[in-house]
């Protein structure tokens, strides 16, 4: 009788050869199993203690912070066109607050140019002027038409005016947001506190969507622009103690020549799709402005907290 393939197979394994192949299979794989585990779980801690270990002493850490913040504050005065032009107002923002921190002609003269100036709607102006008054019917007619981020800020600022609830346009879901949707998120919160006052509710959600940013953050390395908003957002909440000062020192070791920052790291960006080229992109005014407000509020608003003294 002829034997089939299958039995072939079965008695060839079951022989004394099969058996010493299996027992070496075995064997090999009893020890590259846990050497590659191991190897892995190696890489992994030195990426983690890479992007959460601090490597300056606080010397050479306020040295490092006074040199970005002067080659950030060289590149904000060369492309003060620029920022104007873009009509960011998030950013317009960001250097008025740089500015009441530590005053700089430069940005208090952006600001000014930027209220001077028409802008459609206006009732985004009432973002840097908290006196300015906001017609309702233009700011609902605006919420109706922006995508949910802007929604939310717009909300924010008069609320008591909208014909949305917060709940409505999930500004207070505590877990549902991810990525730049939870810094947008922490961003309107923040404004809404500063303009209607603390409440415990309002208080623990912006709490708990800063202790998801760090939990992000400590596994997060790549240092790109939504790097940068997070550290700078949970800054703004004033809860500096989730903020990692390695964070900071990695923001600074980033900032390109020009004094600017960009939206790359190695081969990634703020979308996390690798872009394999050798080319790097110039300082773009987006990361530029997020990272020198967030060095400001590091240097004139919480020095004793990142070990630089009174």
Not at 90 to 111: C, F, G, T, W
Request: net charge positive.
């Amino acid at each position: 009788m002829t034997m089939s393939a299958q039995e072939a197979v079965t008695a060839d394994a079951d022989s004394p050869a099969g058996k010493r192949r299996r027992r070496a299979i075995l064997k090999i794989a009893a020890i590259t199993l846990p050497a590659a585990t191991a190897a892995f779980l190696l890489a992994w801690a030195l990426v983690y203690g890479y992007n959460n270990i601090s490597l300056m002493n606080n010397e050479t850490f306020a040295q490092s912070l006074e040199t970005a913040i002067e080659n950030g504050r060289g590149w904000v005065q060369q492309h003060q066109d620029e920022i104007l032009n873009k009509k960011n107002v998030a950013l317009i923002r960001m250097l008025q607050d740089a500015n009441k921190m530590h005053s700089e002609p430069a940005y208090e003269q952006i600001v000014k140019a930027f209220l001077s100036r028409s802008l459609r709607p206006a009732c985004w102006k009432s973002l840097l002027d908290p006196n300015r008054p906001v017609s309702q019917w233009l700011l609902n007619q605006t919420i109706e038409h922006e995508y949910i981020d802007n929604k939310w800020i717009l909300y924010s600022l008069a609320p008591e005016k909208a014909n949305v609830t917060a709940e409505q346009i999930g500004l207070f879901d505590a877990d549902r947001w991810q990525a730049r949707q939870l810094t947008h998120q922490l961003w309107a919160l923040i404004h809404l506190r500063q303009r209607h006052g603390e409440n415990k509710k309002l208080d623990e959600l912006i709490v708990h969507l800063c202790d998801r940013l760090r939990s992000s953050l400590r596994f997060d390395v790549a240092v790109v622009d939504i790097y940068i908003q997070k550290v700078a957002f949970v800054l703004m909440a004033a809860l500096p103690q989730k903020v990692n000062r390695r964070w900071i020192e990695r923001i600074i070791t980033n900032q390109q020549p020009d004094g600017g920052w960009n939206d790359k790291w190695l081969v990634f960006t703020s979308q996390r799709r690798p872009g394999f080229s050798l080319h790097q992109p110039p300082s773009d005014q987006h990361a530029t402005v997020q990272a020198l407000w967030l060095l400001y509020q590091v240097r004139y608003r919480y020095a004793k907290e990142f070990g630089l003294g009174g």
